[in-house]
Antibody, heavy 117, light 112 residues
């Protein structure tokens, strides 16, 4: 059974940094992709970043380029999102779904990031 | 960027009745492998999203067969043959053809 557990969400001031973690279990294929998707309070879903698990490809939405970095640790079967220069508009629940053939087939429970002074 | 437009945004349905949600993409989602890279997700109240349909018309594992997806060019449809109370929530379409990956605005299905 696939399990995805996000952690690291917190209350942080504008301009601050956070590192989100996503612990994955139940699969190890390097052909999968891992992604970060966020949902601002009361709003819809927004794709943030994706990484192929062999590390060969990484993509970001324009609004986070240069501020966020997605990475993975094969040994720990984890994916991370380093978030710098945080803004109020980054406030959201962050999910780390796994994807196969483009479909986000497994999701974790999400972790809440609040950017506020 | 590919824009995904859903309709309606709100959908009240009587239990046992059918329901249909439309999603239109601003460009073709057909890839060279012959598949439309369009998925449907349901986010039930207080829960994470769950995959319902992938590649336009394939049901995800464990999804009841009352859910079906279809495609015609850049128009995609999610149909529920007989709505049940457990189907309430927000339905999203998502294009996975190219980055940035983009979602529709969401359609809120409620029981009458």
């Amino acid at each position: 059974e696939v399990q995805l557990v996000e952690s690291g969400g917190y209350l942080v001031q504008p301009g601050g940094s956070l590192r989100l973690s996503c612990a994955a279990s139940g699969f190890t294929s390097s052909t999968h992709w891992m992604n970060w998707v966020r949902q601002a309070p009361g709003k819809g879903l927004e794709w943030v970043a994706s990484i192929k698990l062999d590390g060969s490809k990484i993509y970001y939405v324009d609004s986070v380029k240069g501020r966020f970095t997605i990475s993975r640790d094969h040994a720990e079967n984890s994916v991370f999102l380093q978030m710098n220069s945080l803004r109020a508009e980054d406030t959201a629940v962050y999910f780390c779904p796994k994807s196969s053939r483009g479909a986000y087939d497994d999701w974790g429970q999400g972790t809440l990031v609040t950017v506020s002074s | 960027d590919i824009v995904m437009t859903q309709s309606p945004l709100s959908l009240p349905v009587t239990p046992g009745e059918p329901a249909s949600i439309s999603c239109r993409s601003s460009q073709s989602l057909l890839r060279s492998d012959g598949y439309n890279y369009l998925d449907w997700y349901l986010q039930k109240p207080g829960q994470s999203p769950q995959l319902l349909i992938y590649l336009g018309s394939s049901r995800a594992s464990g999804v009841p067969d009352r859910f079906s997806g279809s495609a015609s060019g850049t128009d995609f449809t999610l149909k529920i043959s007989r709505v049940e109370a457990e189907d309430v929530g927000i339905y999203y379409c998502m294009q996975a053809l190219q980055t940035p990956i983009t979602f529709g605005q969401g359609t809120r299905l409620e029981i009458k």
